[in-house]
């Protein structure tokens, strides 16, 4: 069993992917620094084909990390959610937003992505 932290692949299968070597390189950091930034739920990941990857869209145009995911993460986490189900949130559908949370974490609806999360986690 692998020791990368990860979670069940709940994501639907045209959610773009990248491997960890991948995510290392446009961080400019070493793998074993985003297995930390994995533990530390900066980025969350899926087993996906035997492979671990984290979704494309948790990184900006810049190719860091979006701005909001980190606390996004911490905030459903410290309200008991777990990674899985914190991704399948993150990529359902919301015609009140409108689209995925996952998406409007790079625009002008990132707060209430937030927003919402804190009123889900309390």
Do not use: K
Not at 36 to 56: I, K, N, Q, S, T
Not at 58 to 77: H, K, N, T, Y
Not at 85 to 90: A, P, Q
């Amino acid at each position: 069993m692998s020791t990368v932290p990860h979670s069940n692949d709940v994501l639907p299968g045209d959610v773009a992917m990248i491997n960890l070597p991948e995510v290392s390189e446009r961080l400019g950091i070493s793998v074993t620094r985003v297995h930390d930034l994995l533990r530390e739920g900066v980025l969350l990941a899926v087993r996906r084909g035997g492979v671990v990857v984290v979704p494309a869209i948790f990184f900006d145009d810049d190719g860091e990390v979006a701005r909001f995911l980190p606390g996004l993460v911490s905030v459903l986490r410290d309200g008991g959610f777990r990674d899985d189900e914190i991704l399948r949130w993150l990529f359902e559908e919301d015609d009140t937003l409108p689209g995925r949370p996952a998406d409007a974490l790079h625009g002008h609806l990132a707060r209430e992505v937030i927003r919402r999360a804190q009123a889900m986690a309390f």
